[in-house]
């Protein structure tokens, strides 16, 4: 069984940074592309950065110059740094990974709340 856990979310000012973990653990064989998806209050979920197995990174529009996402393949870990931030971009942030354990499958963390003040 496979699990992710989000950390690092909180309530921030605007202009303010923060940094989100995700930890994947369990039966893992290899871990293909890690997400990080933003959920407004009343909106739909929205991605916000992907990243491959090589270090490849794209981000939405929204998020790009302020968000930077890393990975540690090593530790199964992504990250997700967060500058400039807006009131925009309070939402509960949850990572997926797609995962071979030792099939091929999409797993999400439970999400993490982070709100910026204004």
């Known amino acids: 069984q496979v699990q992710l856990v989000e950390s690092g979310g909180g309530l921030v000012q605007a202009g303010g940074s923060l940094r989100l973990s995700c930890a994947a653990s369990?039966?893992?064989?290899?871990?293909?592309?890690m997400d990080w998806y933003r959920q407004a209050p009343g909106k739909q979920r929205e991605l916000v950065a992907t990243?491959?197995?090589?270090?490849?990174?794209n981000y939405a529009d929204s998020v790009k110059g302020r968000f930077t996402i890393s990975r540690d393949n090593a530790n199964n870990t992504v990250y997700l740094q967060m500058n400039s931030l807006k009131p925009e971009d309070t939402g509960v942030y949850y990572c997926?990974?797609?995962?071979?354990?030792?099939?091929?499958?999409?797993?999400w963390g439970q999400g993490t709340q982070v709100t910026v003040s204004s």
């Open positions: 997926d990974a797609v995962v071979f354990s030792p099939a091929w499958g999409r797993h």
């Open positions: 369990g039966n893992i064989f290899s871990i293909d592309a």
């Open positions: 990243i491959t197995k090589g270090g490849r990174s």
